[in-house]
């Protein structure tokens, strides 16, 4: 019997092969619209300079940034905010998008975006614990603007210690946190990052 026929218990036109297809096509598009958001994001980052037109500094010249001025205006907003960790800020949109993109389903949602919250404000906070280099043209510390408000919580929670102590405590404790929550986050599992990291297995 041929599968286009509609009987008494099924509703299908479609083959099911190709029904399954059609409702997961939204769910591989919204994925590949993450993969494109992260790319757009990491092309304004890698691509910033201090010279370009943003909503924090106004100049005359024409940005150099690959997106333009609205490129130049993402990044520099981001990188106020929280620092060099704008790079990984993506990382977890990314994978969505490409496990989305297989149909893959993204469960735990609200958990997922908790934990990418936490990750950015313990990784800011680890980041800002190190001293600016004469380098850095912001403000704020390496951490950005999120940073330096972890920094000062953490150095408040271990003000009966050394302060370069407390820095390299709270440096540590937000460092694996941050790392272990940007790892939640983007659905990674052990199996995955032993496959990224070529982790042998134990016999």
């Keep these: 019997m ?3 026929r509609i009987t008494s218990n099924s509703n299908r ?3 099911g092969d190709m029904d399954g297809e059609l409702h997961r096509l939204p769910w591989r598009l919204t994925g590949m619209a993450l993969i494109g958001l992260s790319v757009i994001g990491w092309l304004s980052l890698l691509t910033w300079s201090i010279g370009d037109p943003s909503f924090n500094r106004a100049t005359n010249g024409l940005a150099r940034n690959l997106l333009g001025t609205t490129g130049a205006s993402l990044a520099d907003m981001l990188l106020q905010l929280f620092g060099l960790v704008s790079i990984a800020l993506f990382l977890p949109l990314a994978i969505w998008g490409h496990l989305m993109s297989r149909g893959d389903v993204i469960t735990n949602t609200r958990h ?3 934990m990418w919250a936490l990750s950015m404000f ?4 680890t980041l800002a614990m190190f001293s600016k280099p004469d380098t850095w043209f912001l403000e704020h510390g390496l951490g950005g603007v999120v940073g330096d408000i972890g920094q000062n919580i953490f150095m408040h929670i271990g003000g009966f210690m050394e302060p370069t102590f407390a820095k390299i405590i709270g ?4 460092g694996f946190f941050g790392v272990w929550t940007l790892t939640r986050a983007s659905a990674l ?3 995955d990052i032993k496959l ?3 982790i042998p297995e134990r016999k």
């Design 2 to 4: 041929s599968d286009y």
């Design 13 to 15: 036109i479609l083959p």
């Design 112 to 114: 997922r975006l908790i």
């Design 122 to 125: 313990l990784l800011s906070s």
């Design 171 to 174: 440096g540590l404790i937000s």
């Design 189 to 191: 599992t052990y199996t």
């Design 196 to 198: 990224l990291w070529h």
